[in-house]
């Protein structure tokens, strides 16, 4: 079983920036995909970007440009480093380990272990 810890999460501005860290355990770590996700308030979970073994990534189009994905296999770690903040970037974050970690997917249902998420509010 990998279990997966969010941290980083917290309340800033508009137009700030804010990084993410997951830290996963029980398993070996570089042979996962890693998936960043959000849950906005009353809506559902959707994709924010995605990065393979491989380093291959892939982002939601309300992350291009501002949003940058990475992992330290040596740390067991994925990355999400967000700037330019707003309002609508509002949600708790999650992240996630798919086992077929070739593979570039941003459906939740192809992933595999979740961690509990972190909440990340933007004021404007």
């Known amino acids: 079983q990998l279990q997966l810890v969010e941290s980083g999460g917290g309340l800033v501005q508009a137009g700030d920036s804010l990084a993410l860290s997951c830290t996963a355990s029980?398993?070996?770590?570089?042979?996962?995909?890693m998936g960043w996700f959000r849950q906005p308030p009353g809506k559902e979970r959707e994709f924010v970007a995605a990065?393979?073994?491989?380093?291959?990534?892939m982002y939601a189009d309300s992350a291009e440009g501002r949003f940058n994905i990475s992992r330290d296999n040596d740390k067991n770690a994925v990355y999400l480093q967000m700037n330019s903040l707003k309002p609508e970037d509002t949600a708790i974050y999650y992240c996630?380990?798919?086992?077929?970690?070739?593979?570039?997917?941003?459906?939740?249902?192809?992933?595999?272990?979740w961690g509990q998420g972190t909440q990340v509010t933007v004021s404007s």
């Open positions: 996630a380990a798919k086992i077929e970690g070739w593979q570039l997917v941003g459906t939740l249902a192809e992933y595999d272990y």
């Open positions: 029980g398993r070996p770590f570089p042979g996962y995909a």
């Open positions: 990065i393979t073994t491989g380093e291959r990534i």
